[in-house]
């Protein structure tokens, strides 16, 4: 503890997004100003998908594309909106090989999620995996990262092996919706489902962009047996 407050008074942590000094002894290393900037989605929001209306005030309401379409997972959440210095973080975290920005991301999630936590009451948490080949490119999995620092925060235990991707995807960046559909169709599989059956999971990803991804993984593990299925996000690209 002494050793901390020392490291920190010789070397005070700088803000993750702009590298300003950061007042205090925060968890999370953003600075007020870009702390600032971010947004964080809010009600009302779809209760299934969680976009959130572009009208504030008001309760919580089916959005258009779930008033008809059926949905594999239960709910999604997303905890900020992806641009600005979120947008940044991701992108030198996945991009950048920045693992380490795993830890604010994932603390960003867990303090903007509470409502999920509790509604999810999750036994398990399962991030999306990455096909072997985009693993050995990138060194890690993304999501599977956040999904540890969520799992230690939330005390819940992490399943990283048992949703496998057995199909290799073209990056789904620039794709347009129908196409990102056809191109995770059928791409992930539950190696074991007896582990999964009558579990109430959730899943983790880093951005929530059409929601393709998740949506497929959310099949194959309500395939497996799943009793509920729910979505956690960082971010989630907002028009
Ligand atoms: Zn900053
Ligand atoms: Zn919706």
């Given amino acids: 503890m002494l050793l901390k407050a020392l490291l920190d008074i010789l070397f ?7 590298r300003a000094f950061i007042p205090g002894r925060a968890e999370i290393h953003l600075c007020p100003a870009c702390m600032g900037t971010i947004r964080v989605i809010d009600s009302p929001l779809c209760p299934v998908c969680g976009v959130p209306h572009a ?6 309401h089916l959005c258009g594309t779930c008033l008809t379409a059926t949905r594999p997972f239960d709910r999604a959440r997303s905890a900020l909106g992806f641009d600005g210095p979120v947008q940044d973080l991701i992108h030198r975290f996945k991009y950048g090989k920045k693992a380490h920005l795993s830890r ?11 409502g999920l936590r509790t509604d999810a009451a ?7 995996p990455l096909h072997d080949r985009r693993l ?19 005390g819940i235990p992490l399943s990283a092996d048992n949703l496998r991707r057995i199909r290799w995807t073209e990056p789904q960046t620039g794709l347009a919706a129908a196409d990102r559909e056809r191109n995770v169709r059928g791409a992930f599989e539950v190696v074991r489902p007896e ?40 971010a989630r690209a907002l028009s």
């Fill in 195 to 234: 582990r999964f059956e009558g579990r109430r999971l959730l899943l983790v990803d880093d951005v929530f962009t059409t929601g393709s991804t998740v949506t497929e993984c959310a099949r194959a593990l309500k395939t497996a047996g799943a009793r509920e299925v729910s979505v956690l996000t960082v």
């Fill in 122 to 128: 999750a036994d398990l948490i399962v991030p999306v």
């Fill in 12 to 18: 005070p942590p700088l803000c993750h997004c702009c």
């Fill in 55 to 60: 009208r504030k005030g008001g309760i919580d």
């Fill in 104 to 114: 604010p991301l994932g603390l960003l999630a867990s303090r903007f999620l509470e």
């Fill in 136 to 154: 050995r490119a990138r060194g890690f999995n993304q999501a599977q990262l956040i999904g540890a620092v969520v799992a230690k925060r939330w």
